[in-house]
């Protein structure tokens, strides 16, 4: 998939241009992905969190916002609020897809060639594993083709479910 790269790994380990965090809506940390980049990022993460949070509120799903990386070995972290699954008929589809979308709008803003996401709402939010990539790849290809500055998307596993998804959707 040319620019689309996939990695199992921990994505606050990867030395990235930007990450993408996926967050809940007090964008204070949380459970896994959020709160290990919270852990991570420390303190410069959080205070610039509590900015956003003071200015707009907190971010609504399906948005995007991004900080800073603080001690992460990136230079942003863009935290995007994926939907809890409930099911299927709720527009978790479209939040989801918004989701995407609205990283993507950040990172054509910021200029950022390289980005690395996770498996956004697939953890404790239990977006089904395929829905959820079928949904990531759809809006990462058309990104990718509507913006040529964009070198590459990375893809970070944390799991061996979620990798060995994304490889056998990737090689169709």
């Not at 949070?53 to 990386?69: E, H, L, Y």
Request: aromatic share 6%.
């Amino acid at each position: 998939m040319g620019k689309i790269t996939l990695l199992q790994g921990d994505i606050t380990k990867v030395s990235a241009e930007a990450i993408v965090n996926a967050a809940n809506s007090s964008l204070l940390g949380g459970g896994g992905v959020d709160g290990a980049i919270h852990r991570v990022g420390g303190p410069a993460i959080l205070a610039e969190c509590q900015i956003i949070r003071n200015r707009q509120g907190g971010c609504k799903v399906g948005d995007a916002v991004i900080t800073k990386a603080g001690n992460l070995p990136a230079d942003y972290v863009i935290h995007t609020v994926g939907p809890r699954w409930q099911d299927g008929h709720h527009g978790e589809d479209e939040l989801l897809r918004s989701a995407y979308l609205n990283c993507f709008k950040i990172i054509d803003e910021y200029d950022i060639k390289t980005v690395f996401f996770p498996n956004i709402s697939t953890g404790i939010y239990h977006f089904p594993k395929e829905r959820a990539a079928n949904i990531a790849l759809e809006v990462i290809t058309r990104c990718l083709r509507e913006n040529a500055n964009i070198e590459r998307v990375n893809l970070v596993c944390f799991d061996a479910d979620n990798y060995n998804l994304y490889s056998a959707l990737m090689a169709e």
